[in-house]
């Protein structure tokens, strides 16, 4: 079985430029959450989806933050213009409801 | 605000057992008791969870005391590869408060 999809892996942009992270979770699930985790700190819910629908944004930075996931299958996650203190590890995860996550490898950005 | 309380590192010999202690003690009665662990570079792994019984699995077992309060995972055999941060988490399944709220976790180090 295929475990939760994430690209790119890691990536390098100056800041105020656009970024984009994509996330294939596990076939069947219908909760997807991206979490943001900074150095040496346990990782920090910015959204959660279930099926189509944000049922939890309330820790998204919605200024220059948006996340979306059309048909509840992919997501994607932007940030717009990125800061230099957005450097962190992005992960994605997905859930069959709300029972145990499975996590991707997570996207590693660096803001120069 | 933190439901889980865990000693920030803690180390032990490969081969023996390693217990990791959490304390809960506000947990409400529909919340169960979740172990992930982050293997440095990798997005968390799910371990364990329960709500009032013993678990076990192949991985580890969950022991929660009879008023719920604090929890200890165990690894039985612990090898260098468990070496990582776990994350004890209190959690709903159902309603707004289902979500993995991680802290900062507990540095378990396994020494040859």
């Known amino acids: 079985e295929a475990g939760v999809v994430q690209s790119p892996r890691y990536k390098i942009i100056e800041k105020k430029q656009p970024v984009a992270f994509w996330c294939n979770p596990i076939?069947?699930?219908?909760?997807l959450y991206w979490y943001l985790q900074n150095l040496g700190q346990g990782p920090e819910l910015l959204i959660r989806?279930?099926?189509?629908?944000?049922?939890?944004d309330s820790q998204l930075p919605k200024d220059r933050f948006s996340a979306e996931r059309l048909k509840g299958v992919d997501s994607t996650l932007k940030i717009q213009p990125a800061e230099l203190g957005d450097s962190a590890v992005y992960l994605c995860?997905?859930?069959?409801?709300?029972?145990?996550?499975?996590f991707g490898q997570g996207t590693r950005l660096t803001v120069v | 605000d933190a439901k889980t309380t865990q000693p920030t590192s803690m180390d032990c010999a490969e081969g023996r057992a390693a217990n990791l202690p959490c304390n809960h003690s506000?947990?409400?009665?529909?919340?169960?008791v979740y172990w992930y662990r982050q293997i440095h570079s990798q997005g968390p792994q799910y371990i364990i969870h329960?709500?009032?019984n013993n678990e076990t699995n192949e991985m580890a077992s969950l022991i929660i005391t009879e008023d719920r309060k604090s929890s200890t995972l165990i690894l039985p055999h612990a090898t260098l590869r468990d070496t990582a941060v776990y994350y004890c988490?209190?959690?709903?399944?159902?309603?707004?408060?289902?979500?993995?709220?991680f802290g900062k976790g507990i540095t378990l180090s396994v020494r040859p």
């Open positions: 329960g709500l009032k």
């Open positions: 988490i209190v959690t709903s399944l159902t309603g707004a408060n289902s979500k993995l709220t």
């Open positions: 076939s069947g699930h219908n909760t």
């Open positions: 989806y279930e099926n189509e629908e944000a049922v939890d």
């Open positions: 506000t947990i409400s009665g529909n919340e169960y």
């Open positions: 995860a997905s859930s069959y409801r709300t029972e145990k996550a499975f």
